[in-house]
């Protein structure tokens, strides 16, 4: 069993930057390709980004627009989102989640494991 803390969310204002983190509990931790999605209010959850076990390939929605990078930290069991000129429409709660699989993927159905979320919001 995997399980998936995030951290890292606030308030801030557009453009500027944010870190997320999820840290993850077994250790399989580096055998996993991992993703974050985000889910606004009244909306879908959606993906945002997903890196490989290896942390050599990644893959990223494309309203990212260069502005996010994932990374991972497999001696650390962590995952981060780096955000960067953030804006309004990004704001929403940010989950982690966790595949059984080593290779990217950018669909919610792939995804085995889930944290709990962090709210990130942006003012404009």
């Known amino acids: 069993q995997v399980q998936l803390v995030e951290s890292g969310g606030g308030l801030v204002q557009a453009g500027d930057s944010l870190r997320l983190a999820c840290t993850a509990s077994?250790?399989?931790?580096?055998?996993?390709?991992m993703g974050w999605f985000r889910q606004a209010p009244k909306k879908e959850r959606v993906f945002v980004a997903s890196?490989?076990?290896?942390?050599?390939?990644?893959y990223y929605a494309d309203f990212v627009q260069g502005r996010f990078t994932i990374s991972r930290d497999n001696a650390k069991n962590t995952v981060y989102l780096q955000m960067n000129s953030l804006k309004f429409e990004d704001t929403a709660v940010y989950y982690c989640?966790?595949?059984?699989?080593?290779?990217?993927?950018?669909?919610?159905?792939?995804?085995?494991?889930w944290g709990q979320g962090t709210q990130v919001t942006v003012s404009s």
């Open positions: 890196i490989d076990w290896r942390g050599s390939s990644d």
């Open positions: 989640a966790g595949r059984t699989s080593p290779l990217v993927a950018g669909s919610p159905g792939e995804y085995r494991y």
């Open positions: 077994g250790r399989t931790f580096s055998t996993y390709a």
